[in-house]
């Protein structure tokens, strides 16, 4: 079997990967990127946060993405029954980009992927990473090739960016189970034929089922007159509903009659599809030679479209220990890598956690809203999750819970 080496492995080609390898690149690194399928290719996680768009932009990609003609973003909008609220991004508490896209995931990941390319780093395509060994002096990784054959790659670092298919946690047993219940989601693009001036297509859409706080449905809508469209719920409560997974979504967007009326037209011509049990969490986000990004190493959950945002946050915190590392500094990855991730990433679970239970809503519904703390919960909204001097970052937990008790009295 033959062996190859290079000085950074990436494994996955999505947007952690391509990232990171642009930052890469800027350094100087050598960068090969093994990706498992073939691009362009579907994906979720559609609606991206201002706070990408600073990592989008420090990648050398901010052009490649802004001439890919997206979906313009600046907020999300809140449906409950017949109550209705939204954030404008552009209106929040910490500093930086207000407005983002929307976008098909396909598309996305291919552009970063090319731009990636562009800056120099090698690609492959239906290269899939079969086994790893990080217990010599450098990771080494076996591949199968798309004819079937293998060979081996050693990296001085290995960055698994594998989203959900979780490589590194899986060859190394790094999982461990995730403290939310079990949920699952149902979705598919569709024409939606929403009429002009009945929604506002410059923000996500997230609503309520009128009789299940925790059960919710996104819309996104794109540029060409299509919206993704789903649903999330405990994986109980979906198993109630038969059918192709198309007959299950439309069955479930009937219950809500906001939603059935703003897609009456829509034409439903992509069959839908399901992923369950998603949320996913591992021992250890770094090892020996290696580190995990985005999804790879952790997933919340898809209410807040946090992922892509994590995932840059991810690839920069790890590019810029590696330029350390080859400085000659020394870096605790723990410290410097770990710990300044998961800091945005509890800040996220703890509205995540709030949002199932039913308390987030009981805020962002209230009918008086004091105008400074709306555009601190609205900078957490548009990613700025790791911006310690808001308060609902520094304080989350208790932050929320003093604010629900006083939207209740």
């Not at 790893?132 to 290995?158: C, I, M, N």
């Not at 994986?235 to 439309?250: K, M, S, V």
Request: charged residues 25%; glycine residues 8%.
């Amino acid at each position: 079997m033959s062996i190859e080496s290079t000085e950074i492995l990436i494994v996955g080609a999505g947007p952690a990967g391509a990232v990171a390898a642009g930052f890469l690149r800027q350094q100087g690194r050598q960068v090969l990127i093994l990706e498992r399928e073939q691009f362009p290719r579907f994906s979720i996680g559609e609606s991206l946060l201002p706070q990408s768009m600073e990592y989008i932009e420090a990648a050398g990609m901010l052009q490649a993405v802004v001439e890919a003609g997206f979906q313009y973003k600046n907020g999300a909008a809140f449906a409950w029954g017949e109550r209705y609220t939204d954030f404008d991004f552009r209106e929040k508490f910490s500093p930086g980009w207000g407005t983002t896209y929307q976008v098909q995931r396909a598309r996305f990941d291919q552009v970063l992927a090319d731009s990636a390319a562009r800056a120099g780093a090698e690609i492959r395509y239906c290269h899939e990473v079969t086994a790893v060994d990080v217990e010599g002096e450098q990771p080494q990784v076996t591949v199968k090739r798309p004819d079937g054959s293998s060979y081996q790659v050693t990296a001085r670092y290995l960055l698994d960016a594998s989203g959900f298919g979780r490589t590194l946690p899986r060859l190394l047993k790094l999982e461990t189970p995730s403290s939310f219940p079990a949920r699952g989601a149902i979705f598919t693009h569709v024409e939606d034929r929403v009429p002009p001036g009945t929604f506002d297509r410059n923000k996500i859409r997230v609503t309520v089922h009128p009789q299940h706080c925790d059960v919710w449905y996104w819309t996104i809508p794109f540029s060409d007159g299509r919206c993704s469209q789903g649903v999330v719920a405990r994986t109980e409560f979906l198993a109630q509903y038969g059918g192709t997974e198309t007959e299950r979504l439309r069955a479930l967007v009937g219950e809500d009659p906001a939603l059935s009326r703003l897609l009456a037209n829509a034409v439903w011509d992509t069959p839908a599809r399901q992923i369950v049990g998603y949320a996913a969490n591992v021992r250890t986000l770094w090892g020996k030679g290696y580190a995990l990004l985005g999804n790879a190493g952790e997933f919340l959950d898809p209410v807040f479209s946090s992922g892509v945002t994590i995932a840059f946050k991810s690839a920069s915190l790890a590019s810029q220990c590696i330029a350390r590392e080859y400085a000659g500094e020394t870096v605790d990855w723990q410290k410097d890598y770990a710990d300044p991730l998961k800091a945005g990433v509890d800040t996220f679970r703890a509205f995540v956690e709030a949002w199932y239970e039913g308390r987030f809503q009981k805020i962002i519904f209230h009918e008086n809203q004091a105008e400074k703390i709306r555009r601190m919960i609205s900078a957490i909204l548009a990613g700025y999750a790791w911006d310690r001097s808001n308060p609902y970052v520094a304080e989350s937990k208790r932050r929320l819970a003093v604010l629900e008790e006083v939207c209740a009295a």
